[in-house]
């Protein structure tokens, strides 16, 4: 026994003497490097032939070691840090519009309701052309967009060009503190469904959404539409809470692994529930990622709600930030999460790189099984597989066409300077007659493009000319250039109702701002419809959470 105990004994000090004498050479290996670095940029500074800026090429060097991890560890410099505290606050102070670059104008896409912006008068299509009397015209949207922000309280002089106005209009604007709404929608899709669309993961969004679950029911919700389509993520926390509210206090939510183990942490549902019964369809797109991840998974892992869309990004890792010297921070991915189920839905394994440095794609393959509450069987590796899937419609060449050349959001400004007045967001509906002067409208003006069709023939075509098969299959294409070769009168005819969708949505955005371009997506949004078309069929809604209806 003795004997046993002083072998144990001297394999515990070698072990530790291994661990000990491996950080040793870990951290010589960073001195030694650090150091090679340091040199290096001494001599580069020194001998080469240009000027060169210490910050831009060290900040290149930084960027460029952290994107060999993964897309989510992040150098944040001390010019950057307000823009980093907007995304994950939503607050900042300015005049609250989204602008953008049309053609080679700066453009008010979207004015938020009730900001200065609105308030001072700017209209969607506004072309920005001074600031404080400096021209814009040359400005790039980001330059455009911190000269926008400053201190709240502070005063600019704004010239713009709008439609039918002879003269620039001078507008006074005065920063004012902005909060970016996490809910820009919410209402009734009719008399028992109510509908809310959260953007983002920011500083109090679970408030913002117990306050809509609250109001909607007061308004006469029986059932829920959770809108998470193309919501990037944000605060863990603001996760755990928004789905504390659909489920009992105490359960478990996510937990997070890493590789510093103090770290590593559960988190529970500890607040009383808002609702535990109200049937919720979760509505999830290609682009919902992380923290909407957490939400609509752990609400399918506990069967508490269906998921209709497509399946989810895949963003399994969690970021923290650290303090570094002289106010910049680095945001570094510390741990994977896992939900209920103990799956883990993260797509890509950033610590496994092809041979041309991009990241490995879990493959089907390797997805393990797992359970939800219910029995259902659900699979990790790859985001979050919705239970009942959406195909989405492409979008047609010409329709296309007419929104890259901004003749639809051209077409949309002209009708609203001409009409004052238009129904609901919901019952606004262009007439054939309205349609028809559109065409008139586009007449003279360049929207050409070329389908997929065409394009596959054009390859087809110059292949078959490189390999001298092109004379003998000459007049079966000629035949089939006037099959697929597209007429622009024809396709304006064929796609019509395509079309028609967006221009009104497009016009509707111009008198009822955001909240009335989501209103009236509802009778032509696909996965509002499966949705509606579900929840009149309760046994179906209830057959899904029990027996499921996912796949790979």
């Known amino acids: 026994m003795k004997k046993i105990k002083i072998i144990i004994a001297i394999i515990a000090v070698g072990l530790t003497f291994f661990a000990f004498q491996q950080a040793n050479e870990k951290y010589f290996e960073i001195a030694k490097n650090l150091d090679i670095f340091a040199t290096l940029f001494k001599e580069v500074n020194t001998y080469y032939v240009d000027e060169i800026n210490p910050t831009t090429v060290i900040n290149a060097g930084i960027n460029a070691m952290l994107e060999s991890l993964d897309p989510y560890t992040n150098y944040i410099a001390e010019d950057d840090i307000e823009d980093y505290r907007t995304m994950t606050t939503g607050q900042y102070a300015g005049i609250g519009a989204v602008i953008g670059r049309k053609g080679n104008k ?4 979207m004015p938020y309701e009730g900001y200065p912006a609105h308030l001072a008068g700017l209209k969607i299509g506004d072309e920005i052309l001074q600031i404080d009397g400096k021209e814009m015209k040359d400005k790039s949207t980001s330059e455009i967009s911190k000269l926008l922000k400053g201190q ?4 600019f002089k704004m010239t713009i060009n709008r439609y039918n106005t002879k003269a620039p209009i001078e507008i006074e604007l005065t920063r004012k503190k902005i909060k970016i709404e996490s809910i820009p929608y919410m209402g009734m899709v009719n008399n028992e469904v109510g509908y809310f669309h959260l953007t983002d993961f920011t500083t109090d969004a679970s408030k913002d959404v117990r306050n809509a679950v609250i109001k909607l029911k007061e308004m006469g919700a029986k059932k829920l539409i959770f809108d998470l389509r193309d919501n990037p993520g944000g605060l863990l926390n603001e996760a755990v809470n928004i789905v504390n509210i659909f489920i009992p206090k ?4 996510v937990n997070t692994k890493g590789k510093v183990v103090e770290w590593n942490k559960t988190y529970y549902a500890l607040d009383t529930p ?26 399918q892992d506990y069967d508490r709600g269906i998921l209709i869309g497509e399946k989810t990004f895949g963003k399994g890792l969690v970021q923290a930030t650290r303090p570094l010297s002289y106010n910049s921070q680095l945001k570094v991915t510390t741990a994977k999460y896992y939900i209920p189920s103990g799956r883990c839905i993260q797509a890509i394994d950033y610590s496994k790189k092809k041979e041309d440095g991009s990241a490995i794609k879990i493959a089907d393959s390797l997805r393990r099984e797992f359970k939800t509450q219910n029995g259902r069987k659900v699979y990790d590796g790859a985001g979050i597989n919705p239970d009942i899937k959406v195909q989405k419609l492409d979008i047609a060449a010409i329709t296309q066409s007419l929104i890259t050349k901004n003749l639809i959001f051209d077409y949309a400004t002209q009708y609203f300077y001409n009409h004052p007045k238009i129904a609901s967001a919901k019952d606004f509906k262009l ?11 586009l007449s003279g003006k360049d929207y050409d493009y070329k389908t997929k069709v065409e394009t596959e023939l054009e390859d087809l075509i110059e292949n078959s000319k490189k390999e001298k098969y092109y004379d003998g299959i000459k007049e079966a294409i000629d035949q089939l250039k006037l099959k697929i070769y597209h007429n622009k009168e024809s396709d304006l005819q ?8 967006i221009l009104e949505s497009d016009i509707v955005s111009r008198y009822y701002l955001h909240k009335g371009e989501i209103e009236a997506s509802f009778d032509s949004d696909l996965d509002i419809k499966a949705a509606l078309e579900l929840f009149k069929d309760d046994a179906k809604y209830k057959k899904i959470l029990t027996e499921g209806n996912i796949t790979k």
């Open 250 to 253: 105490e359960k478990e939510v």
């Open 106 to 109: 700066n453009i008010v896409l």
């Open 152 to 155: 709240a309280g502070t005063s």
């Open 431 to 441: 007439t054939d007659a309205e349609y028809d002067s559109f065409i008139k409208w």
């Open 274 to 299: 808002t609702d535990l019964t109200i049937p919720i369809i979760i509505l999830t797109s290609d682009h919902s990622a992380s923290a909407s991840e957490i939400v609509s998974g752990v609400l």
């Open 494 to 501: 064929k796609f019509k109702s395509e079309i028609i969708e």
